[in-house]
Every structure is written in C-alpha cells, then in structure tokens.
C-alpha cells in the first residue's frame, strides 16, 4: 500500500474527530493531490499553532497570548462569568455573539465513572476569580447531561457561601422546535422551566 510516512500521517488523522481510518485516507490522498497549495502551508500552520497557543492562565481559552483577547478586552463585562465545560462551548457562545461577559472553562465535567473528580476541574481558578470581588453573577452553562447538571450542583455548593448570583441556562424547547420531535427529557424540562406570559 502506502509508505510509513503517509501511513503514519492517516493514522494520525484517524485519531480526530469524525474521521474514521477510510476518510483519513481520503483526506490524506487529498492532501498529497494538493501538495504546494494545501499540505504544505497546513503543516507550517499547525506547526506555528503548536508553538504560539496555549492556554489562557486567567479563563482557559486558547489563544497566542495570555491573557487571552476575551479576558483582556475591555468592553466586556467582568461582572459576569459564564461557567463551560470546554473551550468548544466557549467557542459555541461566541459564535452566537449574545454573551458579553467574560468566561470560565472548567476543562471537563465531573465523572465518577471516568474517574474525573473535583481535583481534575477548574473549579478552584473559579472560587479564585468569584473571591477577587469583580464579579456578579455566574452563570453556569455546563451541558444538560447527568455529568453537566452534577457539576453544576456542584458549583452552587461551592459557590454558596460568596455575595454572588448564580443562574444556570434554561433548557427546554428550542427556537423552531417541534413539540413532536422533542425527547422526553426536553419536553419535561421545558415544562419545569416554564414562565408567566
């Protein structure tokens, strides 16, 4: 088949993500096609990436500096903190441009079955940031798992005995959804978390 340089290079890809070990062949075969325009400037890419980002000391975003451009801008409102799992939920809320506070990544959930324990998180860089006084109000926006709503719990213990307001995201029906496809879980969910009119 394939020389141990290109097959290293598809047993690496098969490792991301949605890519399985067919489409990392693909992607590969790709790549070599494309060589000058596409392969070589994405290895210089992700070698400059691997060398400049890291984590920002203060959140947990990933950036080229630290503090990150979120934690250092000032136009954002360091009053409030909205509590992700990961800097991909981070990254979601972004996206949806609605948030205007500045962020806290946990960096996981707790998991007794993974062994992933209050140690494991970032929760104490949160107490951290809750006891330097600037913030407000947390906003918890782990995801509505059983692992996300136990960390959750979690942190309102933890954060219990602060001068802070704690919120967590509603859950429930979503913009545009159908009442017909909704699981269970979502449809009790918005039923517990309905409001007057």
């Known amino acids: ?11 690496l890809l098969a490792r991301l993500p949605g890519l399985g070990p067919r489409s990392a062949r ?16 994405l290895a210089a890419t992700l070698k400059e990436v691997g060398e400049s980002v890291h984590a ?9 500096r630290d503090p990150c451009a979120i934690c250092t801008d000032p136009r954002r409102d360091e009053a409030l903190l909205c509590v992700v799992e990961s800097v991909a939920d981070l990254w979601a809320l972004e996206r949806a441009s609605v948030f205007r506070g500045r962020y806290h ?21 949160l107490i951290g940031r809750v006891q330097a ?15 996300g709503q136990t960390t959750a719990h979690y942190i309102t213990d933890r954060l219990a005995s602060q001068n802070v ?6 859950h429930g029906v979503p913009v ?13 969910a918005a039923l517990k978390a309905r409001r007057p009119l």
Do not use: F, W
């Open 1 to 11: 088949m394939a020389g141990p340089e290109i097959e290293r290079l598809i047993q």
């Open 26 to 41: 693909r992607a590969v075969l790709h790549l070599l096609k494309k060589k000058d325009t596409l392969l070589v400037p």
């Open 56 to 64: 920002c000391s203060t959140c947990g975003n990933l950036d080229s």
């Open 105 to 125: 990544v946990l960096g996981g959930t707790l998991s007794a079955l993974d062994g992933v324990g209050p140690a494991d998180l970032n929760v104490d860089g």
């Open 133 to 147: 006084g600037r913030v407000k109000e947390v906003i918890i926006a782990t995801n509505a798992t059983v692992e």
């Open 165 to 170: 307001q704690i919120s967590r995201l509603a």
């Open 176 to 188: 545009g959804g159908e009442l017909d496809y909704l699981d269970d879980g979502t449809l009790g």
